[in-house]
């Protein structure tokens, strides 16, 4: 992957900017610090290599050298948008499952960040804002893809079983076209962040529907009950072993199946 590869390759996206780098501490941090100094709507940044690649809190994403799709874009929400924006991380899910039916592959939602295939991890979404006073004046979605087997980290790293496409598909994707197909599904994805659409199409590719599952929520207390799906705003609904029904709000939340 160099520069030159990559701007041809997503010419035909209209892309505000791109950033690349062949090693960057985390692509998120890059995007962020543009994002305050002016980067216009849809800029990108990318790496071949992160060494501070970020999950939630203080939590790693490895992306070795050449193994993997790591980039962050930034979004810069209209007036229109930024009723809407705690779906941006269903958007950003959406646009990784969309592009993988290139390859026929139905790949799965762990909710809200995680994308599965045979019920491993193979991406992880981490989706930032930046403020100015209470108005978000851009989002950050970062995304790391495990691409080749080299991508997946160490089993004693992992709190949940990973796997990459190469193990999956038998071969390993182009980086390049699997970006672009990522970039241009989220792209069409856009004007569907106002409506139903994106809910229902979020809705249902969500994994362990109808299973028993446990949230830990940020303060440390743990939600369980059966999966139902989705509220309007992207959180999550579970039924609770009383038959009632409880939400779940984004944050620093971890879901997994009870089994
Ligand atoms: P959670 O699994 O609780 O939703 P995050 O979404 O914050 O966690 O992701 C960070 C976690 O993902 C790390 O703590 C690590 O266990 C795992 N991880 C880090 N890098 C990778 C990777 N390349 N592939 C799969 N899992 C990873």
Redo the contacts with the bound molecule.
């Keep these: 992957m160099n520069e030159t590869s990559l701007k041809k390759k997503l010419s035909d996206l209209p892309l505000g900017g791109l950033r690349y780098f062949d090693s960057i501490g985390s692509t998120n941090d890059e995007a962020l610090t543009w994002a305050k100094d002016g980067a216009p709507d849809l800029s990108l940044v990318i790496a071949d290599e992160q060494t501070q690649g970020r999950?939630?809190?203080d939590?790693?994403?490895?992306?070795p050298k050449g193994t993997?799709l790591a980039f962050s874009l930034i979004l810069r929400p209209s007036a229109a948008l930024r009723p809407h924006l705690s779906r941006t991380v269903g958007l950003a899910a959406l646009s990784i499952t969309d592009s993988l039916q290139t390859y026929k592959l139905d790949a799965r939602i762990k909710w809200p960040?995680?994308i599965l295939l045979d019920g491993r991890?193979m991406a992880?979404i981490l989706v930032e804002t930046t403020w100015s006073g209470d108005i978000p004046d851009s989002v950050v979605i970062g995304m790391?893809v495990?691409v080749m087997k080299a991508?997946?980290?160490a089993e004693e790293?992992?709190?949940?079983p990973?796997i990459s496409l190469e193990e999956v598909l038998g071969y390993a994707p182009v980086r390049e076209e699997l970006l672009h197909g990522i970039l241009s599904a989220l792209i069409a994805r856009l004007p569907e962040m106002g409506s139903n659409n994106l809910i229902k199409a979020w809705d249902e590719k969500l994994s362990f529907r109808g299973e028993q599952v446990r949230v830990r929520e940020g303060g440390g207390q743990v939600v369980s009950g059966e999966l139902i799906g989705l509220a309007s705003d992207g959180s999550l609904r579970l039924r609770d072993e009383h038959g009632n029904f409880v939400i779940v709000r984004f944050g620093d939340v971890?879901l997994r199946p009870s089994a």
């Design positions: 999950g939630r809190l939590r790693k994403w490895f992306t993997a960040n995680d991890k992880g790391g495990n991508s997946v980290p790293y992992l709190q949940f990973a971890s």
